[in-house]
């Protein structure tokens, strides 16, 4: 079985045996591809979807054997028309509700590949919603198998087990909200972890502007560490996680040591930075998040690896000291302004880029060198940054972890 979240890419590319998750396929363009040629490749990416998630190689081709072995890679502008913008429009255009899919394109043994990552559902299932010639039927729910088949959901028993993960899914997600009723020991009904977290979000930021204003030039950086369950930490505990969880103690831009020290706030702790433009906010229900002002000039390649690097490690520190088992978390990094000219392809018209990974807490200490390469290539894709520039991103942020 293949785990979404640990899985090594080239671990990916060379295993050459189809399963119900994982599907390889030859080079292609997206851009030059017929409809009923995208069609096949929807039909792959619902059908992981519905079943446990899964991932879709290209660039394996299947040797006279019929065996997925021949590892040809894909040209640079293949690896680039797999924007997830265009791919993400057919999906909408064509399955409800919209899968959620990531687009990687790694090098392995020297090649270029495009790996699609999809998620199973978490709520509802994905259904047909208009078809495609000979690949999509409208109406239909499509599985995934244990013969490495995409297809139609037709038996009795295949239904009823996408029925039983839609209850299982409101049962876990019911039991998040009473969870967070209890540890908050609130009167008036939650409507939901999420909601309360993006709440929580909003506040803080507002709070960290009032009191920052910002000047003309600067760009504003924000991190989440987002938890899948609501927990009720004390602030004790919590005090003691954040003094442990710096990986940089002295000059760090993302906290340092001397930036630990948080005072207490409505349900958390709160720390705003004497030496410079930064605050972060740790609240007891397990949620931490962290602001900093950087000048325009300052946020290059360099800077950006670095952040990345320090705050993944910061992470994977934290919830180490907390929890450091399975429970799920979503890293997340958003930057809100312009760049530095060395990061000139940003897109135009868009005025905040933002990136995420979902990790367990023990995944996330273990492999942080592929974790933090993993979110800042994908803040570089934000960015616009050419493939040329997003393969030197990776091996410095690897670097600059497996040296600290």
């Known amino acids: 079985m293949i785990s979404l979240k640990t899985c090594d890419p080239e671990e990916l590319v060379c295993r050459g045996v189809e399963s119900d998750e994982l599907d390889y396929k030859a080079a ?20 992981f979807a519905n079943t446990r998630g899964g991932h879709l190689v290209i660039g394996v081709r299947e040797n006279s054997s019929g065996v997925p072995d021949d590892l040809t890679g ?19 255009a064509h399955i409800e509700p919209p899968i959620d899919f990531t687009i990687d394109r790694p090098l392995v043994k020297g090649k270029r590949f495009v790996i699609f990552t999809v998620r199973p559902f978490t709520v509802l299932p994905h259904i047909c919603s208009r078809g495609v010639e000979g690949e999509l039927q409208e109406g239909v729910f499509y ?31 019911l039991g998040r909200v009473l ?13 939901g972890f999420q909601s309360r977290f993006s709440d929580q979000s909003l506040d803080a930021e507002r709070y960290f502007k009032r009191r920052m204003q910002a000047s003309a030039g600067e760009v504003l950086l924000k991190f989440f560490i987002i938890p899948d369950n609501v927990v009720n930490l004390s602030p004790e505990k919590m005090a003691q996680a954040v003094k442990n969880a710096p990986a940089v103690r002295h000059q760090a831009v993302f906290i340092g040591e001397n930036e630990c020290a948080g005072r207490n706030a409505p349900g958390s702790l709160r720390m705003i930075s004497a030496g410079r433009r930064m605050m972060w906010q740790f609240f007891r229900n397990g949620l931490f998040l962290a602001f900093v002002y950087v000048d325009h000039a300052a946020l290059n390649q360099e800077y950006l690896c670095r952040y990345v ?4 490690a910061f992470a994977g520190n934290l919830t180490a000291e907390l929890c450091g088992g399975e429970e799920l978390l979503t890293l997340k990094i958003a930057i809100a302004g312009t760049a530095a000219p060395e990061l000139a392809h ?11 990974i979902n ?33 030197q991103l990776e091996p410095a942020v690897k670097k600059f972890l497996e040296r600290r």
Request: hydrophobic residues 35%.
């Open 346 to 356: 940003y897109r135009a018209g868009s005025n905040e880029v933002t990136a995420e």
């Open 359 to 391: 990790r367990s807490a023990a995944d996330l200490l273990s492999g942080r060198e592929n974790h933090a390469a993993r979110l800042v290539r994908r803040l570089g894709e934000g960015f616009k940054l050419p493939d040329s520039m997003l393969d």
């Open 143 to 173: 599985i995934r198998t244990s013969e490495a088949s995409s297809r139609p959901a037709r038996r009795a028993l295949e239904l009823q087990e996408i029925l039983r993960r839609c209850m299982r899914n409101e049962r876990e997600q």
């Open 28 to 47: 292609m363009n997206w851009h030059t591809m017929s409809r009923t040629a995208k069609g096949k490749i929807l039909r792959h990416l619902t059908a």
């Open 309 to 312: 690097a320090e705050a993944v």
């Open 74 to 92: 894909v040209s640079e502008e293949e690896a680039a028309s797999f924007d997830p913008t265009p791919v993400g429009n057919f999906i909408n």
């Open 179 to 191: 969870r967070g009723i209890l540890y908050e020991t609130k009167t008036v009904p939650d409507s």
